[in-house]
């Protein structure tokens, strides 16, 4: 795939990302910025949609920011991204070892994550039939609002010890 070509494919992909409504709920909750979460997507992503390896120099013109930012930058925002994720994941093991979040108290996030993935696989597998096509739009839609809500109440409870 030709620089411009993936640049775009990869430029209306996060566009879509930043503008889904769940996926802003998430990354504005999580310990990564917008830049982070886009890096990390790019150095992820790239090679996947282009099918072949990319360097840093190139991954840090897919930025989002017009001709992108230097390699130096965006290596910076990846090790910032990934330390980030690695600490958030030392976090979960942390209390669950010191027994403040236990097994049962974690079932609420994995259910949301189940709820947010039958989202995404419903809305990409959309029927092409108009009548069908909005009975679904309402169905999803209805199931958007669902997470959203389930998202806020678990962002606003009080004790991590009584999920």
Excluded: C
């Excluded at 411009?4 to 889904?20: A, C, G, P």
């Excluded at 597998?125 to 739009?137: A, C, V």
């Excluded at 309402?138 to 962002?155: G, P, Q, S």
Aim: proline share 2%; charged share 30%.
């Amino acid at each position: 795939m030709k620089e411009e070509s993936l640049k775009s494919s990869l430029e209306l992909w996060l566009k879509s990302v930043f503008q889904d409504p769940i996926a802003k709920i998430l990354y504005k909750n999580s310990h990564l910025t917008k830049i982070q979460l886009e890096t990390i997507l790019i150095d992820v992503l790239a090679e996947k949609i282009n099918d072949k390896v990319i360097n840093y120099d190139q991954k840090a013109k897919l930025r989002l920011m017009g001709d992108g930012v230097t390699r130096g930058s965006f290596n910076r925002s990846l090790a910032q991204a990934r330390t980030n994720i690695i600490k958030s994941i030392y976090t979960i093991i942390l209390l669950g070892y010191l027994g403040i979040l236990e097994t049962p108290n974690l079932d609420p996030y994995i259910e949301i994550a189940t709820k947010i993935r039958i989202h995404t696989e419903a809305y990409r597998n959309l029927p092409k039939r108009k009548k069908t096509y909005n009975e679904n739009i309402t169905l999803i839609n209805a199931l958007r609002k669902d997470i959203e809500n389930t998202l806020d109440r678990l962002k606003h409870q009080k004790s991590l010890k009584n999920s």
